[in-house]
């Protein structure tokens, strides 16, 4: 054997309480877990992003055409749990510009082991060979109990990606309490997200439905309506936000433009018969 040209083995070395309590018992719905790969994609520097849900076989695939991984990324990064994400403060691609990562403590792959029996990594870096393994939570939980290290089922020979680059996450053998379909994940998804959509460079779409701001629905329920930049005021007239054109409700402004000391972006919305939605842009430097 040519040892020189075979690559050590992909390696996963976890602690079960680290596997339990900041993977399994952490995340508990399938838009949380959802959103976290959304977000890597999103720090992939991916323009798009492609979930399918399926009912038979039970699983869900996230594709994304960003970046990708290279055999280094996936052993220090992916499968090294809590490094500091705040070394790499911005994504470094020039496919879509340098963007603010959203990933700050490196625990967020764990949330797929909450909903997941098995789950399939196919990744590729532009100019490198895809990569696929697979992991399978209940021979890691072994494995984990012993602090040991777990080997993942590598492909011998994957396909490409599309466009030569890329990840995509297989979650399959999903739990029966987990609600996967279309129109429970799409609001959720839009919700967590204020850069969703062609403005962004960022494009998601669930079953081939574009996931977009006005899926979130909550400005059909809007109640109340606080805002600092008159883009942010624009943007809820324009998804019809039925207190837009009252001038005020029950007797209190309905709208109000708050003043702000600092170059202060976003708003605050109270939603009748649930929590309050907040959006706000801060700047890099403050000038008092």
Do not use: C
Not at 49 to 70: C, F, K, Q, R, Y
Not at 123 to 141: C, H, N, S, W, Y
Not at 177 to 189: A, W
Request: glycine share 8%; net charge neutral.
């Amino acid at each position: 054997m040519n040892t020189a040209s075979t690559p050590e083995p992909l390696r996963f070395t976890l602690h079960i309480n680290v596997l339990h309590h900041l993977g399994m018992k952490l995340y508990a719905s399938s838009p949380s877990v959802l959103a976290e790969l959304v977000a890597n994609a999103w720090d992939a520097d991916a323009k798009q992003v492609e979930i399918v849900v399926a009912d038979d076989p039970a699983e869900m695939t996230v594709l994304d055409n960003g970046h990708g991984m290279s055999r280094g990324d996936l052993q220090s990064r992916f499968l090294s749990v809590g490094y500091n994400r705040r070394d790499f403060t911005q994504s470094t691609s020039s496919q879509s510009g340098a963007r603010k990562v959203m990933g700050r403590k490196g625990i967020g792959k764990l949330s797929m082991f909450s909903i997941a029996s098995k789950i399939e990594v196919h990744t590729q870096a532009a100019g490198d060979k895809p990569i696929r393994f697979t992991i399978d939570v209940t021979e890691l939980e072994k494995i984990a109990k012993e602090n040991g290290d777990y080997f993942p089922s590598e492909d011998p020979n994957p396909p490409e990606l599309p466009g030569g680059q890329g990840t995509k996450v297989t979650l399959s053998g999903l739990n029966r309490s987990v609600n996967r379909t279309q129109t429970f994940l799409v609001p959720r998804l839009a919700r967590r997200f204020g850069i969703i959509g062609p403005a962004n460079n960022f494009v998601v779409k669930v079953n081939g439905t574009e996931v977009s701001r006005k899926s979130a629905g909550v400005h059909d329920h809007l109640q109340f309506f606080w805002y600092f930049d008159d883009e942010s005021r624009t943007e809820a007239v324009e998804l019809k936000a039925p207190v837009a054109s009252l001038p005020s409700l029950d007797g209190a402004q309905a709208f109000q433009k708050l003043p702000s000391t600092f170059d202060v972006e976003g708003k605050a919305m109270t939603v009748r018969g649930s929590v309050s939605y907040t959006h706000l842009t801060l700047p890099t430097k403050l000038e008092v």
